[in-house]
C-alpha cells in the first residue's frame, strides 16, 4: 500500500508566477484535502475534494484553485504568485467514512522570491 | 468560529518524564478532537482521537481526554523517550470532517 506522494518536493518562483503542485493519494482514499503550513505554524484548510468536486473550502482567494481526477489524484494552482504564499503545501487523503484520520505526505516547499 | 490554542514550544524533557501538552478549543457545534504528531523527515500522523464528550483517546502510551466544561484536550504520557521526540498538533473538526483546524503546533525535544 503507497502512502501519499506529493510533486515536486521544493521549488522556487517569483512573483506573479503560477504553481501547480501535485499529490496521489493513498491506494483507495477517495478524498483529498490541502492544506498551507507557514513556518512555525500550524496547517491552515485551502480545501477539499471529493470524487472530483470540491467538498469545502478554507478563507484562500479564488487564485487558489484545485483538481481531483478520477483515479482521486489533485493538483493544488496558484495563480499570481505573491510573497506570502511562500509556505509547506500539505497535501492529505481520506476515506470519506474514514472518521477523520488524514493521511499526510511530506509536502512541498514553495519559495516566492 | 472555531480555533484551536496549544502552548508554545519547544519542551524539552528527559527521558522517562511525564509530558503534559496543553490544547484548548473554540467551536461551534460538536467538534471532534485529535492529535497528530510530525516526526523528523516524515509528514503529520494521527497519534490519537476523540468524538464525543468524555471519550479519552490513547494510542502508544499517549492519552487525551475531550473535556467539553474546559474546552480542552490536553496530551499526556507518563514517561517520554527519546523516540517520542517530535512536534505534536491539536486539531479539530466538525461532524462531517471535511475541514481540520490546527493549533500552531508543540515541538518536544525528549534528551536521553
Known amino acids: 500500500e503507497t502512502g501519499v506522494t506529493q510533486s515536486p518536493t521544493h521549488l522556487i518562483k517569483t512573483r506573479g508566477q503560477q504553481v501547480t503542485l501535485r499529490c496521489s493519494s493513498q491506494s483507495g482514499h477517495n478524498t483529498v484535502s490541502w492544506y498551507q503550513q507557514a513556518l512555525g505554524q500550524g496547517p491552515q484548510f485551502i480545501f477539499q475534494y471529493y470524487r472530483e468536486e470540491e467538498n469545502g473550502r478554507g478563507n484562500f482567494p479564488p487564485r487558489f484553485s484545485g483538481l481531483q481526477f478520477p483515479n482521486y489524484s489533485s493538483e493544488l494552482n496558484v495563480n499570481a504568485l505573491e510573497l506570502d504564499d511562500s509556505a509547506l503545501y500539505l497535501c492529505?487523503?481520506?476515506?470519506?467514512?474514514?472518521?477523520?484520520?488524514?493521511?499526510f505526505g511530506e509536502g512541498s516547499r514553495l519559495t516566492v522570491l | 468560529g472555531n480555533s484551536v490554542t496549544q502552548m508554545e514550544g519547544p519542551v524539552t524533557l528527559s527521558e522517562e518524564a511525564f509530558l503534559t501538552i496543553n490544547c484548548t478549543y473554540t467551536?461551534?457545534?460538536?467538534?471532534?478532537l485529535f492529535w497528530y504528531v510530525q516526526y523528523p523527515g516524515e509528514g503529520l500522523q494521527l497519534l490519537l482521537k476523540?468524538?464525543?464528550?468524555?471519550d479519552k483517546g490513547s494510542n502508544k502510551g499517549f492519552e487525551a481526554t475531550y473535556r467539553k466544561e474546559t474546552t480542552s484536550f490536553h496530551l499526556e504520557k507518563g514517561s517520554v523517550q527519546v523516540s517520542d521526540s517530535a512536534v505534536y498538533f491539536c486539531a479539530l473538526s466538525g461532524r462531517n470532517f471535511n475541514k481540520f483546524y490546527f493549533g500552531s503546533g508543540t515541538k518536544l525535544n525528549v534528551k536521553p
Open positions: 492529505a487523503s481520506s476515506l470519506a467514512s474514514g472518521a477523520g484520520e488524514l493521511f
Open positions: 467551536a461551534t457545534g460538536y467538534p471532534s
Open positions: 476523540a468524538t464525543k464528550a468524555d
